[in-house]
C-alpha cells in the first residue's frame, strides 16, 4: 500500500506564497500519475494539478494556472505544489493522490493523503 504524506499548509495572508509537499512512502509501481486536490468546506472536491512521473506532463485546473506549480521529485519520492499569489478562494484542505495515469478525475486515483490545511485571509 502506498502512504502519502502532505506538509506545508498554514495560514497567510493573500498575496503570499506557500509550498505544499507530498511524500509517497515507496515506489508507485504501475501508476504514473500523482495529482493535487482541494476540498473547501461546503464545496465539491476539485482537482488542482496533476504530473506524470514518467515523462512530467502536467496539467492546472484553470483556476490556479499561472499561480501554481507542480513538480516532482523522483529521487525524494515527492511531489511540491508551488502556491504563489494566494487567494481567500484557495482556502481548503489541499490532499495528493496517487493514481495509475495523470487525470484530472479524483475517482481515478487509489491512494489518498490525509491532508493539509490551507487558509488565506484578507
Known amino acids: 500500500q502506498v502512504q502519502l504524506v502532505e506538509s506545508g499548509g498554514g495560514l497567510v495572508q493573500a498575496g503570499d506564497s506557500l509550498r505544499l509537499s507530498c511524500a509517497v512512502s515507496r515506489r508507485t509501481f504501475g501508476r504514473d500519475g500523482l495529482a493535487w486536490f482541494r476540498h473547501a468546506p461546503g464545496k465539491e472536491r476539485d482537482f488542482v494539478a496533476t504530473?506524470?512521473?514518467?515523462?512530467?506532463?502536467?496539467r492546472y485546473a484553470d483556476s490556479v494556472k499561472g499561480r501554481f506549480t507542480i513538480s516532482r521529485d523522483i529521487a525524494k519520492n515527492t511531489v511540491y505544489l508551488q502556491m504563489n499569489s494566494l487567494k481567500p478562494g484557495d482556502r481548503a484542505g489541499y490532499y495528493c493522490a496517487v493514481g495509475p495515469v495523470p487525470t484530472t478525475t479524483a475517482r481515478d486515483y487509489t491512494d489518498w493523503g490525509q491532508g493539509t490545511q490551507v487558509t488565506v485571509s484578507t
Open positions: 504530473i506524470s512521473l514518467s515523462g512530467g506532463r502536467i
